[in-house]
Nanobody
């Protein structure tokens, strides 16, 4: 397994969760890591990403509520999710790639984790 997402669970609206993505990719520090999510009946969508230079990118829907960070020594990326809303309910996937042209593009990421379920009750 090259990417392992964890930290999902059930939380009330307004609450917080912290997702983690553990990687076993060689040269992890050179990879951009992104989080995507897929709600039931919907397409997978971009949530956030952090480049190897630690530039961060967020979708409009999570800007100001979610924070992505990375620890290259531990080969991990975290997604702190605050002020959660019912519409944040989805399976969250972490993904990584070394040659990302568009951080929001699913096609640019070569490695994917198995997903972790986040359920926000209203």
């Amino acid at each position: 397994v090259q990417l392992q997402a964890s930290g999902g669970g059930l939380v009330q609206a307004g609450g917080s969760l912290r997702l983690s993505c553990a990687a076993s990719i060689r040269a992890f520090s050179a990879n951009t890591v992104g989080w995507f999510r897929q709600a039931p009946g919907k397409e997978r969508e971009f949530v956030a990403a952090i480049s190897w230079r630690r530039n961060t990118y967020y979708s409009d829907s999570v800007m100001g509520r979610f924070t992505i960070s990375r620890d290259n020594a531990k080969k991990s990326v975290s997604l702190q999710m605050n002020t959660l809303k019912a519409e944040d309910t989805a399976v969250y996937y972490c993904a990584a790639g070394a040659d990302i042209r568009d951080t929001r593009s699913i096609k640019d990421y070569g490695y994917w984790g198995q997903g972790t379920l986040v359920t926000v009750s209203s």
